[in-house]
């Protein structure tokens, strides 16, 4: 089992930031994750890194605006979340697998989850 705890989440005006932050109780991970789900709609991935090195990826909507990191030393990963806009508020989930991923975005790929953090964005 690992535990996933999210932390970081708040309200912000648009154009603000915030960064999410998701201890870990374990270091035996393979890929690391943050996903949000919005009222009524899809869970989706938003930001992938891989454990092994400096691997990530992102879905276009947050592409150049979030930035995923992870602090090995601390087993804890980050989402640096810059120029907020409205449609980014939603609960934010922290996730990770111990298998190998072939698509790093999808919620499918993934087996452990935190009990998630808001975030919203006013206008």
């Known amino acids: 089992q690992v535990g996933l705890r999210e932390s970081g989440g708040g309200s912000v005006q648009t154009g603000g930031s915030l960064r999410l932050s998701c201890e870990a109780s374990?270091?035996?991970?393979?890929?690391m994750s943050w996903f949000r789900q919005a009222p009524g709609k899809e869970r989706e991935g938003v930001a992938a890194?891989?454990?092994?090195?400096?691997?990530?990826g992102y879905t276009d909507s947050v592409r150049g605006r979030f930035a995923i990191s992870l602090d090995s030393a601390k087993n804890t990963l980050y989402l640096q979340m810059n120029s907020l806009k409205p449609e980014d508020t939603a609960t934010y989930y922290c996730?990770?697998?111990?298998?190998?991923?072939?698509?790093?975005?999808?919620?499918?790929?993934?087996?452990?989850w935190g009990q998630g953090t808001q975030v919203t964005v006013s206008s």
């Open positions: 374990s270091s035996a991970v393979t890929y």
């Open positions: 996730a990770a697998t111990r298998n190998w991923v072939r698509m790093p975005l999808d919620k499918t790929e993934y087996n452990y």
């Open positions: 890194i891989w454990r092994g090195g400096a691997e990530t």
